[in-house]
């Protein structure tokens, strides 16, 4: 699977949008981008996924680039709830065996 | 629905003993996974089953470390002895085979090694 590079720490304020970055310029065609989050002393939990559109739900909206080397999670309305470490990877969907979480990005989002 | 299910939340034992976690899949989930989390680090995955089969253990340190999965459900993941450097958060997580779109997470047990 490829690798994925992130930011360590981001800082953003409360309500305002929160925009995350993430490099994967090795990823092969079929793998996708998962982003999930990390609330200190519970599992990583799942936010959203993508192949090439960009995708919104609930939580969260994902815009990868055209040449999907790159990405951006963007949290429309931050809530200090989210404060969390944030973790991009590629994967092929069902191979979650050779996932590498990287350390992640930290954000903290500040009242 | 219930979610990923791991006991006991928090463990603490002198080294060079035994230690057992335990995890409860989601229904019908068939790949079930352990990982092993560092301080400040993100999961490392330690095995992988495919219902009671596992598919990848290459990571498993396997003069300490095993793990089972009777009847493609339940799982329990054991350390013997364990060591100092075992301390660490150790996550459950499962997900359907085939279409599957993510990985559910436990909330990990916390293992202090003293």
């Known amino acids: 699977d490829a690798k994925t590079t992130q930011p360590p720490s981001m800082d953003c304020a409360e309500g305002r949008a929160a925009n995350l970055p993430c490099n994967h310029s090795t990823i092969s065609g079929n793998e996708y981008v998962y982003w999930y989050r990390q609330i200190h002393s519970q599992g990583p939990q799942y936010i959203i996924h993508g192949l090439k559109n960009n995708e919104t739900n609930e939580m969260a909206s994902l815009i990868i680039t055209e040449d999907r080397k790159s990405s951006t999670l963007i949290l429309p309305h931050a809530t200090l709830r989210e404060t969390a470490v944030y973790y991009c990877?590629?994967?092929?969907?069902?191979?979650?065996?050779?996932?590498?979480f990287g350390p992640g990005t930290s954000l903290s989002v500040i009242p | 629905e219930a979610g990923v299910v791991q006991s006991p939340r928090y463990k603490i034992i002198e080294k060079k003993q035994p230690v057992a976690f335990w995890c409860n899949p989601i229904?019908?989930?068939?790949?079930l996974y352990w990982y092993l989390q560092n301080l400040g680090q993100g999961p490392e995955l330690l095995i992988r089953?495919?219902?009671?089969?596992?598919?990848?253990d290459s990571q498993l340190p396997k003069d300490r470390f095993s793990a089972e999965r009777l009847k493609g459900v339940d799982s329990t993941l054991k350390i013997q002895p364990a060591e100092l450097g075992d301390s660490a958060v150790y996550l459950c997580a499962s997900s359907l085979q085939g279409e599957s779109t993510e990985a559910f997470f436990g909330q990990g047990t916390r293992l202090t090694v003293v």
């Open positions: 990877i590629a994967t092929q969907k069902t191979s979650y065996d050779k996932v590498i």
């Open positions: 089953y495919e219902n009671e089969e596992a598919v990848d």
């Open positions: 229904s019908g989930h068939n790949t």
